[in-house]
């Protein structure tokens, strides 16, 4: 084994076991009926390493470590710390405090988008794609993780992104009303700033961001499982 393929081996595999890790903590807080506040406390920290450390992502493609488009990787990645850090954990009690669009199920209750349903989408979509190139790596690739890994973003992209938009939507009025990270004129630097205006334009890079992704991810999995894979074997 190569140096590159040891040392992407180990951090494909430790963030997959991360995300599992946070995969575990959420699902034990949820089926014991806990509140998404106490789901935020529970896996506030281990989701700021994990999140954070995606950031190796953009290095990576940026230098050639991996083959993966270094402008997609950058607008997953950042979109996904952004969330984390200059959303949820600006006001957790808000982002935390409701669901939107809840719909009722029966012997569960109302389900609709919230803080659970962005961390469950990520970590399940992370734990499939670390997983499927820490064994690629390794040598040991497996057919199983191949087709999740190009077969399971199809329902957890969607969802994860519209799961971080609802988190925007909770916080920014939040934001507004405390003026937080904002500047006011007059002032010293003659310059204003609204951080509220800042989230709602970012917000809208998702039109042009999201079927930018979603599309290079069906473009990857029809030549990973479809007829480029095929071709590819009889080459």
Do not use: C
Request: glycine share 8%; no cysteine.
């Amino acid at each position: 084994m190569s140096l590159r393929s040891a040392y992407l081996t180990f951090y494909n595999g430790s963030l997959a076991l991360g995300w599992a890790y946070l995969l575990w903590l959420s699902v034990s807080v949820l089926a014991a009926g806990g509140s998404l506040w106490g789901l935020w406390k529970t896996v506030e920290v281990p989701l700021k390493i994990v999140q954070t450390a995606a950031i190796a992502e953009v290095v990576h493609a940026s230098i050639g470590i991996v083959r993966s488009p270094p402008l997609v990787t950058a607008l997953q990645v950042a979109s996904r710390v952004f969330l984390v850090w200059g959303v949820v954990n600006l006001a957790p009690e808000v982002a935390t405090g409701s669901q939107v669009a809840a719909i009722p199920i029966p012997g569960v209750g109302r389900v609709g988008l919230s803080f659970a349903t962005l961390v469950i989408a990520w970590a399940l979509s992370e734990i499939i794609r670390y997983g499927h190139f820490a064994t690629k790596e390794a040598g040991i690739a497996s057919k199983l993780l191949l087709w999740l890994r190009y077969t399971g973003f199809l329902v957890l992209y969607p969802l994860g992104v519209s799961s971080e938009l609802t988190m925007i939507y909770l916080v920014a009025p939040y934001v507004k009303k405390h003026n937080i990270l904002s500047l006011e004129m007059p002032n010293a630097a003659n310059f204003a700033f609204s951080y509220y205006t800042a989230l709602w334009i970012i917000s809208l890079t998702y039109i042009p961001g999201f079927p930018m992704l979603y599309g290079y991810m069906l473009k990857q999995r029809k030549k990973m499982l479809g007829d480029g894979a095929k071709a590819k074997k009889l080459a």
